[in-house]
């Protein structure tokens, strides 16, 4: 999405967040497998680390990740959402999809 950088970022979150939402898990299996699924922590806002992404933020998404606030799902993880046929929170911000479990979602 590197071609945003010209878009004001508001006008930038404003259609990510147009393009964020609900989705089962068992849909998002085919990215799943192919590696392009990244899980935001529920401490984040799914739309500011959208943005980040979008605008190629090295700094920040590498600050995410090594405080493992962004990361890969882990296969259990995987698992149990399918067997739940878990709802998640998700944009593309290609090639990536970013799934986000919310507080209120944990059980």
Known sequence: ??????????????KITAETARISWLELQKFYASGAVLQVSAQL?????????AVDDKTQVASWLAQ???????PAEAQQWYEQKTELWAVVISPWVLVQKTERDTH
Request: cysteine-free; proline content about 3%; aromatic content about 10%.
């Open 45 to 53: 806002d799914l739309v500011d680390v959208a943005y980040a992404f």
């Open 68 to 74: 493992h606030q962004i990361a890969r799902v882990e």
């Open 1 to 14: 999405m590197n071609e945003n950088f010209a878009v004001e970022p508001e006008v930038l979150k404003t």
